[in-house]
């Protein structure tokens, strides 16, 4: 969990008070088709994935957790990023789910690699390029909060408060053409969590979300309509959901320690008066 602490000498004066029960970095690529509509590239969860934390078939964007126990090398949310999509796009093995640890859920296929159904070498020097494609320079846009109560996503469970830093990739045409390609070959079968869980990558627009009832899992709705409501993506704006999970802005404008594309640094975080906790 990440908590405030009391500030010394050494740090700023002012001190969040937000907890945090963990932290994410997530990807959402898009092709701007016009003005007013935008096509995203997400993933749709299989059913049967953590139903209880919230995904249920929903659209979730690309993108993993930092933990801090496993993941040192890590020193800002644009280093998560890049592994999470290494891991992602078979550059790197991907461990086991830290967010179902933190929920304290089960998920078949977990332990270990992937290792049935894998696609064949060619398919993941494609798979890769893809990969490679959205690790160059994604645009940090800003954090923020997602909040779900108690017993929401596990009875029994407190409420739990989601950091998230959101990252844009905006896709040219052939990049867009590659990719939507890519995905109706492989019937959205790109990642190892794909092959492991039945989910598959996506695309789809906002309005697509709405005119469907596709759910976004995890929050993810009210995570696009932030992103729309605060100019980080433009078109028609998703309908803003209603209900007990909210999202809120993380102010970290005291954070001095900063990556070069204005990306606060986990060191800089602390630095304000936070500690990463379990």
Sequence with gaps: ???????????????????????????????????????????????????????????????????PSKNSEDLSPVDTLDRELREEFWMSEEPADSLAELLGANIAGTEGSVKT???????????????????SGPEYVGSVKTNFPDDFLKKGRPALNVGQSLFTKRL??????????????????LTPDNYRFGSRVSIISPQEIDGTNIRSAYGNHLVLYWLFNHGKLHGKKPTQPAGPITVE?????????????????YAGIINIGYSFEK
């Design 249 to 265: 802005t993380l102010d970290y404008s005291l954070i001095t320690d900063l990556t070069p594309s204005g990306c606060p640094t």
């Design 1 to 67: 969990m990440l908590v405030p602490q009391k500030p010394n000498s050494e740090r700023l004066t002012k001190v969040t008070t937000m907890r945090l029960n963990h932290h994410s970095s997530q990807i959402y690529p898009y092709y701007q088709h016009s003005l007013n509509e935008l096509i995203l590239i997400l993933e749709q969860k299989d059913a049967g994935f953590m139903p209880q934390a919230g995904f249920q078939s929903g659209e979730n964007a690309l993108g993993g957790n930092y933990d």
């Design 172 to 189: 040219t045409h052939g990049e867009f053409i590659f990719i939507q390609e890519l995905i109706g070959d492989l019937n959205g079968k």
């Design 117 to 135: 159904n894998l696609p064949d070498k060619a398919t993941i020097h494609k798979i890769r390029a893809m990969g490679e494609l959205l690790r």
